[in-house]
């Protein structure tokens, strides 16, 4: 019978796949059944042909897929088809700040511009209205708005009174109201915007999302033994002298699956334990740490081995929080923190290999080397599944407990008969 994951490929479309692609075996096996029976010549084709297709380089090809979340951290999801765009705009302070860069700009430089040119417009239609432009050099005429020409020098104006400039060529009199209220409805505006303003840019500079870029983590993960227990590792530092404050990491795993009743999970989310309920998801990150992920009976990689290892399709999922230093105390730090990603998939995870060293002693201090950040080196560890280890452990000490009654039953004196 076909596997669940060739029926879960025959049920559903390749293309509502992103991360783990189920193989479809089907167009396969119809060929293979359509074909007629090959000659000595189709038989050395076909081997050479299955020697290409285990290669590294086609097989490495084959891997290749679009990832959930990069090696940097980006997440690869693009929202699309919002058809309420308006919850945006009532959150219109977020929305300028999450902007890229050159767009932010935009909007900072547009907002400066859009005021300047209507209040410039609004000065120059007043000063037309009242006839200021054609009585230029009377000195019998009153002017509302003096020194305004043309729309050119009522822009001048206009920045002039938003910037506070004040060159004294041009300004608004006491001759008519309608000035003076212009005058003190661009002043709020323009405090307005500058209040706005510059509370984007100071926000979207001081933001500890830069602080992610210092936080390192391993190119692979590794699976080798560990107190007797089979564990997957990663290692994780920090590049700064100012150091994280409550640093927490917590790890997801996605992977597609289908369930007994045929619905189909493509991006499923599964938590793996990093030591929440000992405490050593909190790290002191002062050097690099390597976390362990104990593979258990909870653990999804409990049934799996290096074989079946290189047959799944998952991604694994890092997350380091923390909040930065530099913010000073507590309270302030509330809004200061920093998050860092990146991810694993399962070519990227060595079965038994272990992390080298990578701090020593010198000088009355310990001293780090990044350079040995990446290395590993590879230890004796067996290709078996956390599962079948545990089970053959349970029948090593099955036997050696029935050994040990078999002998003690032997060495047992015999009751001679009495008389």
Avoid at 25 to 52: D, F, M, N, V
Avoid at 230 to 249: E, P, T, Y
Avoid at 262 to 291: A, M
Avoid at 338 to 357: K, V
Wanted: net charge neutral.
């Amino acid at each position: 019978p076909p596997a669940p994951q060739e029926a879960g490929a025959r049920l559903y479309p390749l293309h509502a796949l992103s991360v783990a692609n189920i193989p479809n075996s089907s167009r396969g096996k119809t060929s293979a059944r359509s074909s007629t029976i090959p000659t000595p010549e189709g038989l050395q084709g076909r081997r050479c042909k299955l020697l290409e297709e285990d290669s590294p380089m086609v097989q490495a090809g084959k891997r290749q897929r679009q990832r959930y979340v990069t090696k940097v951290g980006k997440c690869q999801v693009n929202l699309g088809n919002i058809q309420d765009k308006k919850r945006f705009l009532s959150d219109i302070f977020t929305t300028i700040v999450d902007l890229k860069y050159r767009w932010f700009l935009f909007v900072f430089m547009m907002c400066y511009v859009v005021t300047w040119v209507v209040f410039g417009f609004i000065y120059f239609l007043d000063a037309w209205v009242r006839g200021d432009i054609g009585h230029q050099g009377d000195p019998e005429w009153q002017a509302c708005i003096e020194n305004v020409d043309g729309f050119v020098s009522a822009l001048l104006l206009s920045v002039e009174s938003q910037r506070t400039i004040g060159y004294g060529t041009r300004m608004v009199t006491a001759n008519c109201a309608e000035g003076v209220i212009l005058l003190i409805a661009q002043s709020i505006v323009g405090s307005m915007i500058d209040a706005m303003m510059v509370g984007c840019m100071f926000v979207k500079i001081s933001r500890p999302k830069k602080r992610a870029q210092t936080l390192i983590f391993s190119k692979n993960c590794v699976i080798s033994r560990r107190d007797e227990k089979l564990c997957l590792m990663f290692r994780v530092g920090d590049l700064r002298d100012s150091h994280m404050v409550d640093a927490k990491i917590r790890a997801k795993l996605i992977k597609s699956r289908q369930t007994a009743e045929g619905e189909f999970i493509p991006l499923e989310q599964s938590e793996l334990n990093l030591g929440y309920d000992t405490g050593e998801d909190r790290l002191f990150l002062v050097e690099p740490q390597i976390i362990c992920h104990v593979i258990n009976r909870h653990s999804p990689f409990w049934d799996m081995s290096a074989e079946s290892l290189r047959r799944e399709q998952f991604e694994i999922i890092i997350i380091l929080e923390g909040i930065v230093e530099a913010t000073g105390n507590r309270c302030l730090a509330a809004g200061m923190t920093c998050q860092a990603r990146t991810s694993y998939t399962e070519d990227e995870i060595l079965w038994g290999y272990r992390f080298e060293p990578c701090m020593s002693l010198e000088k009355g201090a310990f001293q780090v080397d990044y350079s040995r950040f990446e290395m590993t080196f590879e230890v004796q560890t067996p290709a078996a599944s956390a599962k079948e280890l545990h089970e053959l452990k349970e029948l090593e000490q099955q036997e050696h407990s029935t050994l040990s009654l078999y002998w003690d039953h032997l060495l047992q004196p015999c009751a001679l008969p009495g008389p």
